[in-house]
């Protein structure tokens, strides 16, 4: 497993972007497939967008498509997500999440690590 820790989130207002890193302590970074998932005070934790280890394909969530980007550096032990056009119904505590398994799942339940998450709020 790996020793997931997300940063870069902060208060914004509508419109800006943000860029949420991971920084993943482990050996098997370029072998896990990573995700990251949000949850909204009162509401499930919900799939963001994931990323496979092997292809490199890309998933996301049709509330977030066009408007976010995942990307990975192996050789940097790092995950990536580009936020543009934040919309407050965007505000969420993100997390980070990895599993061994190669296939991008959009259940939080299939992923065996976790970060503890980097806050981010949108003000319209």
């Known amino acids: 497993q790996l020793q997931l820790v997300e940063s870069g989130g902060g208060a914004v207002q509508a419109g800006d972007s943000l860029r949420l890193s991971c920084a993943a302590a482990?050996?098997?970074?370029?072998?896990?497939?990573m995700a990251w998932f949000r949850q909204a005070p009162g509401k499930e934790r919900e799939f963001v967008s994931g990323i496979s280890w092997a292809s490199g394909s890309t998933y996301y969530a049709d509330s977030v498509l066009g408007r976010f980007t995942i990307s990975r550096d192996n050789a940097m032990n790092t995950l990536y997500l580009q936020m543009n056009s934040l919309k407050a119904e965007d505000t969420a505590v993100y997390y980070c999440?990895?599993?061994?398994?190669?296939?991008?799942?959009?259940?939080?339940?299939?992923?065996?690590?976790w970060g503890m998450g980097t806050q981010v709020t949108v003000s319209s």
């Open positions: 482990g050996r098997t970074f370029s072998s896990n497939t």
């Open positions: 999440a990895s599993k061994g398994i190669d296939y991008v799942s959009q259940r939080a339940i299939d992923y065996t690590s």
